[in-house]
Structures are given as structure tokens and as C-alpha cells.
T-cell receptor
């Protein structure tokens, strides 16, 4: 049972345009969501997060939107740059206490073309 | 912030040989620790997670095991490697929500 789903395995956009990466989840206990970026042969690096009490969080070119009723979140990158080309993972966590565990989606490969 | 040390970076092992990958964490205490494997393509599969010393939860049945002998040390092991164990292994640490990853180990079983 995949609790965090990234249904688009890949996305290609032109430099300067907006990149929108989507993520859906099924577990209503999730209360914290994160996006990670990963280059080949490296560990993922944290990009941006959002708590379930918010519907938007912005950090520079990156904005994450959360729609709790739809159990959907998205990452917007504006403007997209070639250096943004990487695999993006959506992650969700919840339950609180010491058993806080992150569940990752399968990732979306973003390619930004010059 | 936390720093995750993971070694070795690459490893080539014959089928049937043992495995030991080590991960240590700096900059935090009592973290949750994780071992992930990146499947062919991109997906991150959670293999084990630990909320404390000696406490290991396995997410998927497999040929691997994990141990946490110290608060900030997490070890991934196998007694006999299979070809299917080849992959990119990542150690991660989290204190509440944000997880920090090591640089990964590329394991090739030949």
C-alpha cells in the first residue's frame, strides 16, 4: 500500500517556465510534508516543508501548496533553471512521538531544458 | 544541523559474501535513523528504521538486517549477499520531521 504517491515519473520544462511537481497521500494522520531533491549518486537534500496547519509555504523560487481535503500537495519552482534538473521526492510524516517516520514517494525526474 | 557520515561510498562484493555498511550521525542526540535503498530508476524504499538503541523495525522482508549499537550509529548487514542486493543505499537521520541523508553507498554484488 503506497501511502505517498508521485504519479508522474518524469517532467520536462523549459528554462524560465514554472515546474509543478505533484504528490498525493492517503494517510490522514500525516501532519508534515517535505520535498527533497536528489542528484545521481548523492543523498537527497531537503528543499522545503509544510505543516498540515498551513496551505502554503514559500522559500525563494520554491513554493509548496497543501490541499488537505484532497490529500494533495505540489511543489512549484519559478523560474525553473537547468540546475534544478534532478529527482524530486515528496515525503510525509505523522503520528508524533518517537515513532515519527517519513514515508517517501517514488520520485519525479525533473528536466529543465536550456 | 545534522551531519550523516556513511561509508564506504562504493563497494563491490561477490555473491555470498557478508556486508557491513556503517552510518554515524553528528549534531543531534536520540535521532530516528533510517536505511533506504534507491531502486533501479528513482524510488526510495525504506528498509529499516530505528527510534532508539537496539530498536529496529523492518519494513520489507529481505536478505538484510540492521543494528543500532549506539545512539548515533546505525549498521546495515548481510550474512550472504545476493545479486538482487545491488543498489544505492542511503542512511538518514531525523529528530522530528526533517530528515538528513548521507551521501549513499553504491553496492554492486557480482
Amino acid at each position: 500500500d503506497q501511502q505517498v504517491k508521485q504519479n508522474s515519473p518524469s517532467l520536462s520544462v523549459q528554462e524560465g517556465r514554472i515546474s509543478i511537481l505533484n504528490c498525493d497521500y492517503t494517510n490522514s494522520m500525516f501532519d508534515y510534508f517535505l520535498w527533497y531533491k536528489k542528484y545521481p549518486a548523492e543523498g537527497p537534500t531537503f528543499l522545503i516543508s509544510i505543516s498540515s496547519i498551513k496551505d502554503k509555504n514559500e522559500d525563494g523560487r520554491f513554493t509548496v501548496f497543501l490541499n488537505k481535503s484532497a490529500k494533495h500537495l505540489s511543489l512549484h519552482i519559478v523560474p525553473s533553471q537547468p540546475g534544478d534538473s534532478a529527482v524530486y521526492f515528496c515525503a510525509a510524516g505523522g503520528g508524533g512521538g518517537s515513532n515519527y517516520k517519513l514515508t517517501f514517494g517514488k520520485g519525479t525526474l525533473l528536466t529543465v531544458n536550456p | 544541523s545534522q551531519t550523516i557520515h556513511q561509508w564506504p561510498a562504493t563497494l563491490v562484493q561477490p555473491v555470498g559474501s557478508p556486508l557491513s555498511l556503517e552510518c554515524t550521525v553528528e549534531g543531534t542526540s536520540n535521532p530516528n535513523l533510517y536505511w533506504y535503498r534507491q531502486a533501479a530508476g528513482r524510488g526510495l524504499q525504506l528498509l529499516f528504521y530505528s527510534v532508539g538503541i537496539g530498536q529496529i523495525s523492518s519494513e520489507v522482508p529481505q536478505n538484510l538486517s540492521a543494528s543500532r549499537p549506539q545512539d548515533r550509529q546505525f549498521i546495515l548487514s548481510s550474512k550472504k549477499l545476493l545479486l538482487s542486493d545491488s543498489g544505492f543505499y542511503l542512511c538518514a537521520s531525523s529528530s522530528r520531521a526533517e530528515a538528513f541523508f548521507g551521501q549513499g553507498t553504491r553496492l554492486t554484488v557480482v
